[in-house]
């Protein structure tokens, strides 16, 4: 059975579920996501994963870009980085978030990047700070935006 006869045969729920599950190669994915397309179906692929360290391609040491959050805010922060391609750690969340001595001393949690994302990362934040990426009151799941 071909790849495209095979989520031809699938109902929509399946091939939404395959779709989304990562685990395709590239080519199934690339017929699967055509025969999404052509029943008219929308959904979020999954981000690729790298199967080896090297793989990925070297962006530099990982430096620190902000210091002094709370852990939630370093989380919500790297959460954010990451989707928009900027690989990002969050740092020391555990250690300030258990012991309120350790988080003076330590100064918080911190967030990390690659050396050579650190300028856009650093731009980023003030961009997410100053509220360039609220949603609207009245935004609507699915919408897309002007």
Known sequence: MSLLAHFESLSDAELL???????????????????????GLTFRAPLAQADDEDDAAYEGDMVLLERGLSPQEAQVMSGFLLSVGIAAEAGDTNIVQANA???????????????????????????????????RDDFEPGETTP
């Open 17 to 39: 579920e395959r779709l989304q599950s990562g685990g395709l190669s590239e080519e199934a994915m690339n017929v699967a996501a055509s025969e999404a397309k052509n029943r």
């Open 101 to 135: 001595l350790w988080s003076v001393a330590l100064g918080g949690a911190n967030l990390r990047v690659p050396a050579s994302r650190l300028q856009q990362g650093k731009d980023l934040l003030v961009a997410f700070r100053r509220g360039d990426f609220a949603l």
